[in-house]
C-alpha cells in the first residue's frame, strides 16, 4: 500500500482521490494526467531563480528604455548605473543654462561699457591734443608777435610768412626753430638758433622803409601779382584766413611753384 498517495496526487495535478481509486479498481482504469514537465527540486529551485533573474533583466532594460524616452538621454546600454550618472548630468547642465546665461549678457554689457568709456577717453585724449596744439601755437605765434617792429606789411601777415618758411615747436618750454626737420644751430657753438637770432636774417626783408627813402616807390607795386600782399588779399577775398591750413598750405604750394615770392 502506498502512503503518500495524496502527496503524489498533488503533485501531479490529479483530483484528490483518483489514484487511490485507480489502484484500488479491480477494472481497467486510464488515470488522466495533465501537461506537465516535472522536474528535481534542485533544478526547479534553479530554473525558478533563472527566471526571477530573466524577468528582472527584461524589467530593467524596459525602464531604462522608457527613462531614457522621457528625459531625451542617449547612451549605450541599458544599465541602472548609467542611466543615474547620464539624469545627473543632465539635471547638473540644466541647472547651469540660467545662469550662465545670465553670465553672459553680464560680459556682453561690461564689454559695451568697456568699449564706450575707451571711445570717450579717445574722445577726451584728441580734444586734449587739440587744446594743447592751439595752445601751443597761441605761445609760439605771441612770441614771434612780440619780436617784430615796424614792417612794411602786417605784422600778422609777417609771421604767416616766417611760418611757412619755418617750423617752429616748444621743446623743454624752449623754441626750437627748424627748416626741413633740422634744428637751426649756430655755426659755432652748435648751439640751437634763438627766436631772435632767427628773426634776424628774416625781419629785415620785411622792415617798414624809411619815409622818402628808395623804398617808398615800393608801396604801390606791393599789391601787384606775385607778391605778398597781392596773394594775402587774394585770400582775404576768397575768404581764406591768414594762418589757416588751407591758407599755408596754398601759399607753400605757390612758393614751391614760384608764383609767390616772400
Known sequence: MIENIEAIEKALHLKSGALKEAIESTDAVAVELPELEIFKKEDYTARIENLKTTFQKQGQDFLVAEAKEKFGLTFEGKKIDKLVEELQKKTLAEAKIEPEAKVKTLTEDL????????????????????????????????????????????????????????????????????????????????????????????????????????????????????????????MKDAGINAGSEKFNAEMQKRIADKTLKV
Do not use: W
Open 111 to 234: 564689454e559695451k561699457l568697456r568699449g564706450n568709456l575707451a571711445e570717450k577717453d579717445a574722445q577726451i585724449s584728441q580734444i586734449e591734443n587739440t587744446y594743447k596744439g592751439r595752445e601751443k601755437q597761441r605761445t609760439i605765434n605771441d612770441l614771434i608777435l612780440s619780436k617784430i617792429g615796424d614792417t612794411a606789411i602786417p605784422k600778422e601777415d609777417v609771421l604767416v610768412i616766417f611760418k611757412s618758411k619755418y617750423e617752429v615747436d616748444i621743446e623743454d618750454n624752449k623754441p626750437v626753430f627748424k627748416q626741413n626737420g633740422e634744428v637751426l644751430k649756430h655755426a659755432s657753438t652748435l648751439n640751437p638758433l634763438t627766436a631772435d637770432e632767427v628773426l634776424a636774417s628774416f625781419l629785415p626783408t620785411y622792415a617798414k622803409p624809411v619815409q622818402g627813402g628808395a623804398g617808398a616807390g615800393d608801396s604801390a607795386g606791393n599789391h601787384k601779382a606775385g607778391s605778398i600782399d597781392a596773394f594775402i588779399k587774394e
